[in-house]
């Protein structure tokens, strides 16, 4: 028996744990649970991984430290130390993308569209940052605040510069992920600032989930390169 064919039955068990956590508001289980997310795809893909280059051993040990982190009281300095990582994790895996990017001609409604997509998620990520700039913090906590969501946006327009100049499997998963971090992030801030709630929590750590899963199919999937006027 492949040790891959764990894979659904443990992320299974693993993310019941987190519900029920979260239901039953067990903190320490659902954060535990939280870290596992991460634990378990990088043992079962461990092998797949190429270790040879410096973006994934850096993105690894920077994305694990953010996820310990958690397990830590709830510090202001935690919060701030826990935002340098991700931002840290979005550069490293912006760089990576940027690897497999190449120039080529495209489709102008496709440049349109999506410089339009990220019109919007930029007014609401300005909507979300002046909400946090109302809640009581330091001048540096809110830059770090600005930074962290500069970095989610920068990940965000190299996430579709890399599927419209690729299209290659590899791609979409990285989109994929991207869009997991991004919304997981948005509700997380949400239920920091806002209100805490239960659908919101859920939501938040099956993105989390997601997040961790889709780490591995990205760096696990050999690029294919196919350029965009191949299907024009």
Do not use: C
Request: cysteine-free; aromatic content about 20%.
């Amino acid at each position: 028996m492949k040790i891959k064919k764990l894979f659904l039955p443990l992320t299974f068990i693993v993310l019941t744990i987190n519900i029920f956590a979260i239901i039953f508001q067990v903190k320490l289980l659902e954060e535990t649970s939280r870290l596992l997310f991460f634990l378990i795809p990088l043992w079962l893909y461990f092998q797949d991984l190429r270790f040879l280059n410096n973006n994934l051993i850096s993105f690894l040990v920077v994305f694990f430290f953010s996820e310990v982190i958690i397990l830590f009281p709830d510090f202001w300095y935690f919060t701030i130390f826990r935002l340098l990582l991700l931002i840290t994790a979005h550069l490293l895996l912006s760089r990576e993308a940027l690897r497999f990017t190449k120039k080529v001609q495209s489709n102008n409604f496709i440049l349109f569209f999506g410089g339009f997509l990220f019109l919007i998620n930029g007014y609401f990520f300005a909507l979300h940052f002046l909400k946090i700039k109302e809640h009581p913090g330091s001048m540096a906590e809110l830059s770090i605040y600005a930074f962290y969501y500069l970095s989610l946006l920068v990940l965000a327009i190299v996430a579709l510069i890399y599927y419209i100049n690729s299209y290659s499997k590899k791609s979409v998963f990285f989109i994929a992920l991207v869009l997991a971090i991004i919304f997981a992030s948005i509700f997380e801030n949400m239920q920091q600032i806002y209100l805490l709630d239960l659908g919101l929590s859920l939501v938040q750590n099956i993105l989390h989930f997601a997040t961790a899963v889709l780490i591995f199919f990205f760096f696990t999937t050999k690029e294919r390169r196919i350029d965009l006027h191949q299907f024009l």
